[in-house]
């Protein structure tokens, strides 16, 4: 009895954290989003006032296409380059554990608001980028000036910040057994086919984690878009954070802001449930196919 409330005085601190900052936000939103709330008076109830009006509203359908757009382009580059630059990183090379440190500071550096701003400068019309590639003869690009560019420009940030991701799928790959390689070698499969019949197939389950964590953090990025774009240009990178930040700390709606964030918790929840659901037909589990091969 006496170690059981030793435990809950130690997880208190965390116990108090979930209650004031996670539970107590969460409800109080989903209440919000049924009121007319501008955070001086008193929250008036309107029902289903604010998602009726939110699918009426432009300016939401270009935030959920630009969200979808910038989650889409980030996600698999970012797992993909993650997943190369881990597989380099699994030889034994000299000085590999400086290049895996150099590697893995820019997840943690990339949530900076200073970096956004360095970013901005880096890709501005006469910035650091448009300055080398202008040593091969090409005019500056202006990358703020279209969608396309402009959403490319925060997707890199995203993409740059895969140290996370990298370290994950390093640990996986230094799980996977020797003997397995040896074993496809003799059989005569070459570097490539033991890669996408070997090595792909263990590291599914690593794989569809860093999948669903990169989709959460994906559809919730805010830092980097606003710093670098807000949401420039013609709203093409103006990503459903955004708006919720906009509309809450801007115009002072806060009914409205929490009903926005509600339909990206919902969207969030089916993308998850999707993953989670395929991932029956992708995910290789070797101690299931232990099981079964007894």
């Known amino acids: 009895m006496k170690k059981q409330k030793i435990g809950l005085l130690y997880i208190t601190p965390w116990l108090i954290g979930l209650l004031v900052f996670t539970i107590y936000p969460f409800v109080s939103s989903f209440i919000l989003s049924f009121t007319d709330y501008n955070m001086i008076s008193a929250p008036k109830f309107i029902g289903i006032k604010n998602y009726i009006n939110m699918f009426n509203d432009e300016s939401f359908w270009n935030s959920v296409f630009a969200t979808f757009e910038y989650a889409f382009i980030t996600v698999p580059f970012k797992l993909a380059f993650a997943l190369f630059i881990a597989f380099i990183l699994n030889f034994k090379l000299k000085g590999i554990n400086f290049f895996r440190t150099a590697y893995y500071i820019p997840s943690i550096l990339g949530g900076n608001i200073a970096i956004a701003v360095l970013w901005r400068f880096l890709f501005a019309t006469d910035g650091l980028i448009n300055q ?119 115009f002072f709606n806060m009914g409205y802001a929490s009903a926005i964030s509600w339909i990206l918790f919902i969207i969030i929840m089916i993308f998850t449930a999707f993953v989670f659901k395929s991932s029956r037909y992708w995910v290789f589990y070797s101690d299931e196919a232990g099981e079964d091969s007894k």
Not at 176 to 190: H, K, R
Request: hydrophobic fraction near 55%.
């Open 132 to 250: 080398f590639v202008g040593i091969f003869g090409i005019n500056p690009i202006p990358w703020f000036s279209s969608g396309l560019g402009a959403m490319i420009t925060i997707s890199l940030l995203r993409i740059w910040e895969f140290g996370s991701a990298m370290v994950i799928f390093l640990a996986a790959l230094k799980d996977i057994p020797q003997e397995l390689y040896e074993a496809a070698e003799v059989d005569g499969a070459g570097k490539i086919r033991i890669f996408f019949n070997v090595t792909i197939p263990l590291l599914t389950p690593i794989i569809f984690f860093n999948l669903v964590m990169q989709l959460i953090q994906a559809f919730q990025e805010f830092n980097g878009p606003y710093m670098i774009t807000n949401g420039g240009p013609l709203y093409k990178t103006y990503l459903m954070s955004m708006m919720i930040y906009d509309n809450a700390f801007k």
